[in-house]
């Protein structure tokens, strides 16, 4: 196996993959596209504006994955050619005046957070993964919730009612199936070597 394929201290999974700008674009690219159709999966959460959807997974696995420049990139990507009207934000939605858009930017912030978190070993195992996920979730929620409020008019305790409550369960399992995922992948690796 190459050099470029062992796993070192500050490394991110995407840093496996020799170094090209072509393989960073398309990182980028690619990680803007996994979570615009993981936004696709969503299910209407009854009283709230915001569906439940694969995108937050999506936004943090890209973030641990590619490291928070490409992270922050790709989720970037994501909101610009999502706000520009393409309709791939939660259930094939597009533009700026989404009462969810709040959460795309906190996205954004979360893909860089977890990435810097990666680089530093934050997805090496189990329990310090969970603690990234958490805090990931935690900077889309701190975005999301009050720009929901503020997009529709709701009171703060009413847009965490209605944009934070019913999705903590799913979080929960969307965290743990990245907390099993990343860690394996890198004991998985380390392995091959």
């Not at 970037?76 to 939660?90: D, I, N, R």
């Not at 603690?131 to 009171?155: E, F, H, K, N, R």
């Not at 369960?169 to 380390?190: F, H, S």
């Amino acid at each position: 196996m190459s050099t470029a394929a062992i796993s070192r201290p500050g490394q991110v999974l995407a840093d496996l993959i020799p170094a090209t700008r072509l393989r960073d674009v398309t990182l980028v690219l690619g990680g803007a596209a996994l979570t615009g159709i993981a936004a696709q999966i969503a299910v209407p959460v009854p009283g709230s504006p915001v569906p439940v959807t694969g995108q937050t997974f999506a936004a943090l696995l890209v973030g641990t994955s590619l490291g928070a420049y490409r992270g922050a990139a790709s989720l970037a990507v994501y909101a610009l050619v999502g706000m520009a009207g393409m309709p791939w934000f939660a259930q094939g939605k597009a533009g700026m005046g989404m009462p969810s858009l709040g959460y795309v930017f906190g996205m954004l912030l979360a893909a860089m957070v977890v990435g810097a978190l990666a680089r530093r070993g934050a997805d090496r195992s189990v329990a310090r993964m969970a603690g990234t996920m958490v805090l990931g979730s935690a900077i889309i929620y701190a975005v999301g919730v009050p720009y929901l409020a503020a997009s529709t008019g709701m009171s703060l305790t009413e847009a965490v009612a209605a944009g934070l409550t019913p999705f903590l369960i799913g979080d929960a399992l969307k965290a743990a199936l990245a907390m099993g995922a990343v860690p394996l992948a890198w004991k998985y690796l380390d392995e091959k070597r």
